[in-house]
């Protein structure tokens, strides 16, 4: 079992690497193609973000990745002595056939935000529970509001960047205050990273998480709250009339955590479409490669080889994946991976 | 986008109306960028950088920075949906025409809320111009600039603008631009840049407050961002701009005074030979020239005198009837007035044209040293209105508690919205003098800790009209209040805040306040079935704003309690109130025979059907508002329009357009 799984990890690795190459040829004959004046210009902006498409190369062996997105952050921003974040984000919606396009901000019924201000940098990620499109609702639409919420409200004048659960609790009351009704319900999961202390706080609620790995080995990772198996805590907004019925776990609810972060850390954010299928040896084994790289190109290729990963692990029917022990501890037989919406925030600390 | 950013000058302050230079300074514009920017080089998080040269100004467009103060908002301050702060930054949604969170709307529109029973009359009311304002925004940007432009994007129902006012350095507000009556006629039903011709100014702001009127307005109107544009003054060129007008504009004596005076000596075709220097000119006038001119009136006054018939002037009226006639003039007529003569000084400044005082259109001008001198003259003062004045620190507290001490023991109205100079102390002041007190507003304190606190105005016990519109107090006050003022008729609790309990307040208004009229409880918190259940023993109300207050709570039975023991109802807010069921809009159909104006926005089980029915039976419904009921917006919106020309109801029914 294991050698199958090194070896998927060595072809997937492959692949990516032998992708990055052209990936880096194509840029760098972008680069040349702009005149000088113009690239000096483009460098010297600070916060400019570039859409670098990848091009005609995709993975072989894999379905459409989504679109990339760089992040080139000017480092005569910030002092150099105070600590930010390169993050990257990858993913796949469960059912590519109903969510054929790249949007940004979701995948399927997964959402995400990122986003800096001048005091901290913030992160979020939030899964929406499927089981709301029976009702006819849009699973998708609460968690994707959840995260714009959240990144508008990271930019207010009192966001108070070492209270993540405040940001998600007003992002869940500014929910309750459109015209439109939102409904739904989905975990969440949102960090901040406060540039001058370095230090991060988290609040989440449900089975999304995350995971710091400094030196090979994780040293912190975010709580799970589950009220039953396959049940987590869950932010909701319930139908009028149903709020009795509906399983709801308030904003105060939040697990909190707090870390003193160093540069070289790396540091994942995911759903659960991730946790359940690639166990944590093998997150390790893929990102200890990873810490220190400020590259956001080959950073990318990192997360694209997590989310790949558990893509290919959740189809897979002989997969002993973390999703199955858990069950196989409350007596459910669930063999193979679990198909999820997968969501990849990496970041790595610089 | 068009962020402006013209190159080059003028080298010194010549006037502001030179082209700029078509170049774009790229480098030099690149130099210097203090803040990191959010997006790409142009979405930048809230203004434009620019180089500020030592030598030459440059022509800019920035962004809000941020937001002083406002008169109303539709969203709660701790949300970001409907906020005054959506002002702040580039346009989110613009040119995009629809209801969105993302963009700033205010509380009110149309002559809605003059029609309903909570109406306030203004005080002094031939004070106020012909487009009145209802709202404001006061916003501040990020550099000084003399302003050439002030674009508004507005993304749902334009035509709110009604007047730009900017805050120059010298301390002073200057009205850029108002608008005309026909201005507002030609509005097009989509989103706009805003960006009506501003006065020719040489003064340097930074800071803009703009004027809203909702007379005109369909539904709500929402403002995506504003943007100011104008050229960045250098240090060097700012005492020139400082210098005063008259100099500036090199004048000859004809042309630099257009005085009263001169026009009504050019009519009279003389012409005074005067001196180019302003300083000797009446001197001169009078030395050389007003013997003639004497004689040559004098000429015309006895032709005069064959035409009339009576000799009677003015001055020869009783004292009584001046008075009568000078109580219709506005306040600043009045001052002036009291310019013209002894006689006429001591008409002006008889305490009776003071017994209505409100210095709200003034706000510009409202100063310590006005609040002395009418404290002079009103002794016998009942109403006051110091609405929106001093802002920006030019009535002092002091001031303002020496003015109550003196004047306020007979106060009845006392009217202090948005009133920044107000600290604890002039509340208590308020509460000890002011017994008489029957209307007391004051709107938009919200400070914290809240000024309204412990028992600082327990001693008011007449109250009719209590208005805490966006302010924030304590609760024990609140309840004590209520529990002393018994003969209560109109409350406003609107976004009071979450540590205000409305079923509480629900309670304690049904045991001790059951005169009640009208009630305002928008986006206030916790109120359950219970507490709307206990309204309903305030049988004389007519009107009950309950919009976002109770959310998804199931009402149970209280709806129909309310509707069956307040039969007077005219007004009934239910915006977003999302439990409301079936039966409860069968019942309002069936004993609301008295509803004027309904909103049912947001809910969610509405159908063709019970629409109908209440279209039906409510003969006297003339406003009903169901946007954002999916439900029912599902269908045609023919069949809308159809039954508001049947029924003659104004229905609103406007929804986001776009597909999420």
């Given at each position: 079992m294991n050698d199958y799984l090194d070896n998927a990890r060595r072809n997937i690795q492959r692949a990516m690497n032998s992708s990055y190459h052209s990936l880096t040829e194509a840029a760098s004959m972008a680069g040349t193609l702009a005149t000088s004046t113009g690239f000096q210009v483009l460098s010297r902006l600070m916060g400019l973000k570039v859409q670098v498409m990848p091009t005609s190369e995709s993975p072989p062996n894999s379905p459409t990745p989504s679109t990339a997105e760089l992040d080139l952050q000017s480092t005569t921003t910030f002092t150099p002595d105070q600590i930010r974040l390169v993050s990257v984000v990858c993913g796949f919606p469960k059912d590519i056939a109903m969510y054929p396009d790249y949007v940004k901000g979701q995948f399927g019924e997964d959402a995400w935000f990122r986003t800096s201000t001048s005091k901290a940098d913030a992160l979020g990620v939030a899964d929406g529970v499927g089981g709301w499109r029976v009702y006819g609702i849009d699973p998708g639409h609460f968690s994707r509001f959840l995260m714009r919420s959240c990144e508008r409200l990271a930019h207010s004048a009192d966001f108070e960047s070492t209270r993540p659960e405040q940001l998600l609790a007003r992002a869940y009351c500014n929910l309750l205050e459109q015209k439109q009704p939102i409904l739904g319900s989905c975990t969440a999961c949102v960090l901040t990273l406060n540039r001058e202390s370095g230090i991060l706080y988290a609040a989440n609620i449900g089975d999304s998480g995350l995971l710091i790995i400094r030196d090979g080995a994780i040293v912190c990772r975010s709580l799970e709250q589950q009220h039953h198996f396959n049940t987590p805590y869950q932010l909701a907004v319930p139908p009028p009339g149903q709020g009795l019925n509906v399983l709801t776990d308030g904003p105060e609810c939040a697990a909190l955590l707090e870390f003193d972060m160093q540069p070289g850390d790396i540091l994942i954010l995911a759903t659960d479409g991730v946790y359940d299928n690639v166990s944590e040896e093998l997150l390790l084994q893929v990102l200890s490669h990873a810490a220190g790289v400020t590259d956001p190109v080959k950073l990318q290729m990192y997360a694209n080889s997590v989310a790949l990963m558990a893509r290919s692990l959740s189809f897979n029917p002989n997969h002993e994946s973390p999703f199955t022990q858990n069950a196989r501890r409350h007596n459910i037989d669930a063999p193979g991976g679990k198909p999820d919406d997968i969501t990849v925030v990496l970041a790595s600390v610089v | 986008?068009?962020?402006?950013?013209?190159?080059?000058?003028?080298?010194?302050?010549?006037?502001?109306?030179?082209?700029?230079?078509?170049?774009?300074?790229?480098?030099?514009?690149?130099?210097?960028?203090?803040?990191?920017?959010?997006?790409?080089?142009?979405?930048?998080?809230?203004?434009?950088?620019?180089?500020?040269?030592?030598?030459?100004?440059?022509?800019?467009?920035?962004?809000?920075?941020?937001?002083?103060?406002?008169?109303?908002?539709?969203?709660?301050?701790?949300?970001?949906?409907?906020?005054?702060?959506?002002?702040?930054?580039?346009?989110?949604?613009?040119?995009?025409?629809?209801?969105?969170?993302?963009?700033?709307?205010?509380?009110?529109?149309?002559?809605?809320?003059?029609?309903?029973?909570?109406?306030?009359?203004?005080?002094?009311?031939?004070?106020?111009?012909?487009?009145?304002?209802?709202?404001?925004?006061?916003?501040?940007?990020?550099?000084?600039?003399?302003?050439?432009?002030?674009?508004?994007?507005?993304?749902?129902?334009?035509?709110?603008?009604?007047?730009?006012?900017?805050?120059?350095?010298?301390?002073?507000?200057?009205?850029?631009?108002?608008?005309?009556?026909?201005?507002?006629?030609?509005?097009?039903?989509?989103?706009?840049?805003?960006?009506?011709?501003?006065?020719?100014?040489?003064?340097?702001?930074?800071?803009?407050?703009?004027?809203?009127?909702?007379?005109?307005?369909?539904?709500?109107?929402?403002?995506?961002?504003?943007?100011?544009?104008?050229?960045?003054?250098?240090?060097?060129?700012?005492?020139?701009?400082?210098?005063?007008?008259?100099?500036?504009?090199?004048?000859?004596?004809?042309?630099?005074?257009?005085?009263?005076?001169?026009?009504?000596?050019?009519?009279?075709?003389?012409?005074?030979?005067?001196?180019?220097?302003?300083?000797?000119?009446?001197?001169?006038?009078?030395?050389?020239?007003?013997?003639?001119?004497?004689?040559?009136?004098?000429?015309?006054?006895?032709?005069?005198?064959?035409n009339s018939t009576t000799e009677i002037c003015l001055t020869d009226l009783p004292c009584e009837i001046l008075l009568k006639i000078l109580s219709y003039l506005d306040l600043k007529s009045l001052f002036r007035m009291g310019q013209v003569s002894h006689l006429f000084y001591d008409i002006s400044t008889h305490p009776l044209l003071y017994c209505d005082l409100s210095l709200k259109s003034y706000w510009q001008l409202a100063n310590s040293e006005l609040l002395c001198t009418l404290a002079r003259r009103a002794t016998m003062l009942r109403k006051l209105d110091l609405s929106w004045c001093g802002g920006f620190g030019e009535i002092s507290p002091t001031e303002f508690k020496k003015f109550l001490t003196q004047r306020g023991d007979n106060m009845t109205h006392l009217r202090l919205n948005s009133c920044k100079f107000l600290n604890a102390s002039c509340i208590e002041t308020v509460g000890i003098v002011c017994d008489n007190l029957i209307e007391l507003s004051l709107r938009n304190c919200t400070t914290n800790p809240p000024l309204l606190n412990f028992s600082c105005l327990a001693n008011l016990k007449n109250l009719e009209r209590l208005d805490l519109f966006q302010t924030a107090f304590e609760s024990e006050l609140l309840l004590s209040m209520l529990e002393s003022n018994r003969k209560l008729k109109h409350l406003n609790l609107a976004f009071c805040g979450v540590s205000v309990n409305m079923d509480n307040v629900a309670t304690h208004l049904a045991t001790y306040n059951t005169q009640l009229v009208s009630l305002d409880m928008w986006k206030a918190h916790f109120l359950s079935a219970r507490g709307l259940q206990s309204l309903s023993r305030c049988q004389q109300l007519e009107e009950l704003d309950l919009g976002w207050c109770m959310r998804e709570a199931t009402l149970g039975d209280s709806l129909y309690q309310l509707l069956f023991n307040c039969p007077k109802l005219k007004k009934l807010f239910l915006s977003a109130m999302r439990g409301i069921t079936e039966r409860d809009l069968m019942h309002i159909a069936t004993l609301g025979k008295n509803l004027e104006q309904l909103d049912l926005m947001g809910i969610l089980n509405i159908t063709h059907e019970r629409v109908y029915d209440i279209l039906v039976h409510c003969s006297k419904l003339k406003l009903l508002d169901l946007c954002f009921c999916d439900n029912f917006m599902d269908r045609d919106f023919d069949v809308i329009a159809d039954w508001s020309r049947l029924f003659n109801v104004d229905i609103k029914n406007s929804r986001i357009y776009n597909s999420r």
């Amino acid at each position: 079992m294991n050698d199958y799984l090194d070896n998927a990890r060595r072809n997937i690795q492959r692949a990516m690497n032998s992708s990055y190459h052209s990936l880096t040829e194509a840029a760098s004959m972008a680069g040349t193609l702009a005149t000088s004046t113009g690239f000096q210009v483009l460098s010297r902006l600070m916060g400019l973000k570039v859409q670098v498409m990848p091009t005609s190369e995709s993975p072989p062996n894999s379905p459409t990745p989504s679109t990339a997105e760089l992040d080139l952050q000017s480092t005569t921003t910030f002092t150099p002595d105070q600590i930010r974040l390169v993050s990257v984000v990858c993913g796949f919606p469960k059912d590519i056939a109903m969510y054929p396009d790249y949007v940004k901000g979701q995948f399927g019924e997964d959402a995400w935000f990122r986003t800096s201000t001048s005091k901290a940098d913030a992160l979020g990620v939030a899964d929406g529970v499927g089981g709301w499109r029976v009702y006819g609702i849009d699973p998708g639409h609460f968690s994707r509001f959840l995260m714009r919420s959240c990144e508008r409200l990271a930019h207010s004048a009192d966001f108070e960047s070492t209270r993540p659960e405040q940001l998600l609790a007003r992002a869940y009351c500014n929910l309750l205050e459109q015209k439109q009704p939102i409904l739904g319900s989905c975990t969440a999961c949102v960090l901040t990273l406060n540039r001058e202390s370095g230090i991060l706080y988290a609040a989440n609620i449900g089975d999304s998480g995350l995971l710091i790995i400094r030196d090979g080995a994780i040293v912190c990772r975010s709580l799970e709250q589950q009220h039953h198996f396959n049940t987590p805590y869950q932010l909701a907004v319930p139908p009028p009339g149903q709020g009795l019925n509906v399983l709801t776990d308030g904003p105060e609810c939040a697990a909190l955590l707090e870390f003193d972060m160093q540069p070289g850390d790396i540091l994942i954010l995911a759903t659960d479409g991730v946790y359940d299928n690639v166990s944590e040896e093998l997150l390790l084994q893929v990102l200890s490669h990873a810490a220190g790289v400020t590259d956001p190109v080959k950073l990318q290729m990192y997360a694209n080889s997590v989310a790949l990963m558990a893509r290919s692990l959740s189809f897979n029917p002989n997969h002993e994946s973390p999703f199955t022990q858990n069950a196989r501890r409350h007596n459910i037989d669930a063999p193979g991976g679990k198909p999820d919406d997968i969501t990849v925030v990496l970041a790595s600390v610089v | 986008m068009s962020l402006l950013a013209f190159g080059g000058g003028a080298e010194d302050g010549s006037s502001s109306d030179t082209e700029p230079d078509a170049l774009i300074d790229f480098t030099a514009m690149l130099m210097e960028r203090k803040h990191e920017c959010n997006g790409g080089w142009f979405s930048c998080g809230s203004k434009l950088q620019s180089q500020s040269h030592e030598d030459h100004g440059y022509y800019l467009g920035q962004y809000v920075l941020g937001v002083l103060d406002f008169s109303s908002q539709y969203g709660i301050d701790y949300s970001i949906s409907y906020t005054a702060a959506n002002v702040i930054g580039r346009p989110t949604k613009f040119p995009a025409y629809g209801d969105y969170p993302e963009t700033f709307t205010m509380r009110t529109y149309g002559d809605w809320w003059q029609l309903a029973p909570s109406a306030t009359q203004e005080i002094q009311a031939q004070n106020l111009p012909s487009l009145p304002t209802h709202d404001f925004i006061v916003v501040y940007f990020e550099k000084f600039v003399v302003p050439t432009e002030v674009a508004i994007f507005e993304t749902f129902n334009p035509g709110g603008v009604v007047r730009i006012w900017a805050y120059s350095i010298t301390k002073r507000w200057t009205c850029l631009w108002e608008a005309k009556p026909s201005d507002l006629n030609q509005v097009p039903h989509d989103s706009r840049r805003f960006a009506p011709p501003l006065k020719k100014t040489n003064i340097i702001t930074k800071t803009l407050r703009i004027d809203f009127n909702h007379s005109r307005l369909n539904y709500y109107t929402e403002i995506d961002a504003i943007m100011l544009c104008g050229r960045t003054v250098p240090m060097r060129c700012m005492h020139q701009l400082l210098a005063p007008v008259g100099k500036r504009l090199g004048n000859t004596g004809e042309e630099s005074g257009n005085g009263p005076i001169i026009c009504k000596l050019r009519t009279l075709k003389f012409q005074p030979s005067c001196q180019a220097n302003d300083a000797v000119k009446l001197h001169e006038f009078i030395n050389n020239d007003l013997s003639k001119f004497l004689m040559d009136s004098h000429v015309e006054s006895e032709q005069q005198k064959h035409n009339s018939t009576t000799e009677i002037c003015l001055t020869d009226l009783p004292c009584e009837i001046l008075l009568k006639i000078l109580s219709y003039l506005d306040l600043k007529s009045l001052f002036r007035m009291g310019q013209v003569s002894h006689l006429f000084y001591d008409i002006s400044t008889h305490p009776l044209l003071y017994c209505d005082l409100s210095l709200k259109s003034y706000w510009q001008l409202a100063n310590s040293e006005l609040l002395c001198t009418l404290a002079r003259r009103a002794t016998m003062l009942r109403k006051l209105d110091l609405s929106w004045c001093g802002g920006f620190g030019e009535i002092s507290p002091t001031e303002f508690k020496k003015f109550l001490t003196q004047r306020g023991d007979n106060m009845t109205h006392l009217r202090l919205n948005s009133c920044k100079f107000l600290n604890a102390s002039c509340i208590e002041t308020v509460g000890i003098v002011c017994d008489n007190l029957i209307e007391l507003s004051l709107r938009n304190c919200t400070t914290n800790p809240p000024l309204l606190n412990f028992s600082c105005l327990a001693n008011l016990k007449n109250l009719e009209r209590l208005d805490l519109f966006q302010t924030a107090f304590e609760s024990e006050l609140l309840l004590s209040m209520l529990e002393s003022n018994r003969k209560l008729k109109h409350l406003n609790l609107a976004f009071c805040g979450v540590s205000v309990n409305m079923d509480n307040v629900a309670t304690h208004l049904a045991t001790y306040n059951t005169q009640l009229v009208s009630l305002d409880m928008w986006k206030a918190h916790f109120l359950s079935a219970r507490g709307l259940q206990s309204l309903s023993r305030c049988q004389q109300l007519e009107e009950l704003d309950l919009g976002w207050c109770m959310r998804e709570a199931t009402l149970g039975d209280s709806l129909y309690q309310l509707l069956f023991n307040c039969p007077k109802l005219k007004k009934l807010f239910l915006s977003a109130m999302r439990g409301i069921t079936e039966r409860d809009l069968m019942h309002i159909a069936t004993l609301g025979k008295n509803l004027e104006q309904l909103d049912l926005m947001g809910i969610l089980n509405i159908t063709h059907e019970r629409v109908y029915d209440i279209l039906v039976h409510c003969s006297k419904l003339k406003l009903l508002d169901l946007c954002f009921c999916d439900n029912f917006m599902d269908r045609d919106f023919d069949v809308i329009a159809d039954w508001s020309r049947l029924f003659n109801v104004d229905i609103k029914n406007s929804r986001i357009y776009n597909s999420r």
